[in-house]
């Protein structure tokens, strides 16, 4: 059988259908049979209860979400995939969702967790559970971040990335992608835009440094690391031992009335001496000798290597998902996860979610806003300290504000 180039270069353009490994958007009661509580991570008393629920301010009332419904608690939920991921399959890793802190959150966590299956407990899942990747916003205080940590095989380690990104904290709805690729580079979006991108090897300690102090070499004992020295010529002026750090004042003079039988001598008080540069120290001159700060000869790393497979953070299978966090404030809701191998797959749902009901919600949100504004006419009074202006009389030979004078 023959193909034509140009049937064959059409068969080869048409992209791998998009897995899709999880898609949770809460617009039922049946979520609680797909998600799993913690209930046995804390004491009951320590943890929070999961609510369903469009929130306070919404596009549509059917369209929940889970919100954590309980001030000073921690929060463990999970649920399996519709079927394992697996980086060893070469796909990229892209998780998304929306959090909402229509509390306006002051401290908590609001990180999604992507999870390896083995020996993996649904009832137990928390703080201390093995994770492939963690990712999302945490908030406390003036610390706001979006948390990317992956896991590293060779290492063995969860490694955060080294600098810092930024997060929303506003009361509205925000869309927080992560793409992880299997060429060894990384993406994140917020509202689908991208506010980080790179290599992994450059913004995560995946790989050993290239290389390393050679420890068997010490400095040199002739190595000159000083950069100032003494200027030999510059001597101490003569007398200046001798120049006194105080003087007597020059401007005083005896008072008219001091009396020295009951007074006593007379002395002038003591001023400071301008002509008193304190302790003499030579000049200091360059170091003609001078050569640098010794810094310690580097070697090529022996643990040095390359890994291709730096993207495959779940490289024995990731099979479940899920929130663990503790929140100071409760409220705040999610919605709308999409685990999947393709950006456009989670950029489509986030077109037929998110961005379909963020206008609508800001627009509920600035009503309630405007129906809640005190009327002009309900402004509180002006305090007068106990008067009001019918105490006062506008006459000019009035003494009304000469007397609010003395009060205030």
Known sequence: MKFSLFATAAFAAVPAAAEIYLKEQFNDEGWKDRWTVSSEWKDAADLGEWVRTAGEFYSDESDTGIKTGTDFRFYGLSAPLAKPFNSSNGKDLVIQYSVKHEQGIDCGGAYIKLLPGKGFDAAKFGGDTPYSVMFGPDICGANKRTHVILHSNPKDENLLIEKDIHCEKDKFSHLYTLVVRTD????????????????????????????????????????????????????????????????????????????????????????????????????????????????????PNPAYEYDPTMYAVCKDECTQVGFEIWQVKAGTIFDDIIITDSLEEAQKFAEDTFFKKKDGEKAMFDEIQKANAPADDEMPPMDMGGMDMGDFSLDDDDDDFDAMGDEF
């Not at 992994?200 to 950069?227: C, G, H, M, N």
């Not at 031992?241 to 005896?254: L, V, Y």
């Not at 002395?267 to 540069?277: I, L, Q, R, S």
Request: proline fraction near 11%; hydrophobic fraction near 30%; avoid cysteine.
């Open 184 to 299: 060894n580079t990384f993406e994140v979006f917020v509202d689908n835009k991208s506010v980080r991108s790179g290599k992994l090897e450059d913004a995560f300690d995946f790989l050993y440094p290239k290389e390393i102090e050679d420890t068997s070499q010490s400095k040199p004992e002739d190595w000159v690391d000083e950069r100032m020295i003494v200027d030999s010529a510059d001597t101490k002026p003569a007398g200046y031992d001798d120049i006194p750090q105080e003087i007597a004042d020059p401007d005083s003079s005896k008072p008219d009335d001091w009396d020295d039988e009951d007074d006593g001598e007379w002395e002038p008080p003591m001023v400071d001496n301008p002509d008193y540069k304190g302790p003499w120290s030579p000049k200091m001159v360059d170091n003609p000798d001078y050569k640098g700060a010794w810094a310690q000869p580097k070697i």
